[in-house]
């Protein structure tokens, strides 16, 4: 009966951080440049990184899909474009009668 008991507290063991693909290339470099523009918020470089990443033909396919799951974590939602179109048609409506 020497089972363990954990503490609720105990954290398991966490993996760390995926590695970026394309260590050691150009390529892998302007990716982890993009993924720090990304953790810093300036997305404007993200996109820029990303974009010459999409235009580079020695880039190996592992940084190509890294680079575009970086870029679509950036762009709009379409859901959130519905919900506030549907928000401001509901506004329009309950608005009209008291303005007309």
Do not use: W
Not at 6 to 22: I, N, S, Y
Not at 74 to 88: G, W
């Amino acid at each position: 009966m020497s089972e363990k008991i954990v503490d609720a507290k105990e954290k398991p063991a966490e993996a760390g951080p995926k590695e970026l693909p394309g260590a050691g290339t150009p390529a892998g470099d302007k990716l982890r440049e993009a993924h720090a523009s990304f953790t810093v918020g300036n997305y404007a470089r993200l996109r820029e990184l990303c974009d010459a990443l999409a235009q580079d033909k020695e880039a190996s396919v592992d940084v190509l899909d890294a680079a575009r799951g970086l870029r679509r974590r950036t762009e709009i939602d379409s859901f959130q474009i519905v919900v506030l179109s549907a928000c401001f048609l509901i506004l329009q409506i309950v608005a009209f009668p008291y303005v007309f």
